[in-house]
C-alpha cells in the first residue's frame, strides 16, 4: 500500500482555529515560578523569587487565575463551568 505523505501532513485546522478550540469551554492549571507570573499577569505585585504558584488558563493560554493552591485553581474552573484538560 502506497500512501501520498502530502495529503497526511497538511493540518486539520489552521492555527487561528486551533487558538479558538475550546474557548470558553476548556481551562488548564499551570505551575508557575515567581518570575513567570510577572509575563503572564503584569498587574500582578512583585513576588518572592523561587515561590511556586498555580495559574488557571483558558485553552488559548490566557491567564484566568493565580493562586497558591492546585485544587483551588481547578475549584475555581469547576465554578465557571469550565473542563479541565491536562497538558503533557
Known amino acids: 500500500m502506497n500512501f501520498d505523505i502530502k495529503h497526511y501532513a497538511e493540518p486539520a485546522l489552521d492555527v487561528a482555529e ?3 478550540l475550546g474557548l470558553g469551554q476548556m481551562a488548564y492549571v499551570k505551575p508557575v ?3 513567570e507570573v510577572a509575563r503572564l499577569f ?6 518572592q523569587p523561587g515561590m511556586r504558584l498555580f495559574a488557571l488558563l483558558s485553552a488559548s493560554g490566557e491567564p484566568i487565575l493565580l493562586t497558591d493552591n ?4 481547578i475549584a475555581n474552573a469547576w465554578a ?9
Do not use: F, R, Y
Not at 465557571?80 to 497538558?87: E, G, I, K, P, R
Open 18 to 20: 486551533l487558538a479558538n
Open 42 to 47: 503584569p498587574q500582578a505585585p512583585k513576588l
Open 80 to 88: 465557571h463551568d469550565l473542563t479541565m484538560v491536562s497538558l503533557h
Open 70 to 73: 492546585h485544587d483551588a485553581a
Open 33 to 35: 515560578e515567581a518570575d
